[in-house]
């Protein structure tokens, strides 16, 4: 079990995003703390392989180039 302390206005915020959806509000921060660990999870796992990789890298600049997307 797990709790977690909100301010009001986080609270508030909760509560429209749970009503407009139909959901309870213990769903709807569930779903958005399980989706935030699986991101940082991700981010974890591509920061360690930037670390070892030793392959070329690119900016986004040359790929949008290499691709023929630049205006």
Request: hydrophobic share 35%; proline share 0%; aromatic share 4%.
């Amino acid at each position: 079990m797990l709790t977690v302390e909100l301010s009001e206005k986080e609270e508030r915020l909760l509560e429209k995003v749970a009503k407009r959806r139909g959901k309870t509000k213990e769903y709807c921060a569930k779903k958005a703390i399980i989706e935030s660990i699986e991101d940082m999870a991700d981010y974890d796992i591509a920061v360690e392989v930037l670390k070892n990789s030793t392959g070329e890298r690119y900016t986004m600049a040359e790929v949008e180039e290499r691709l023929g997307l630049v205006d």
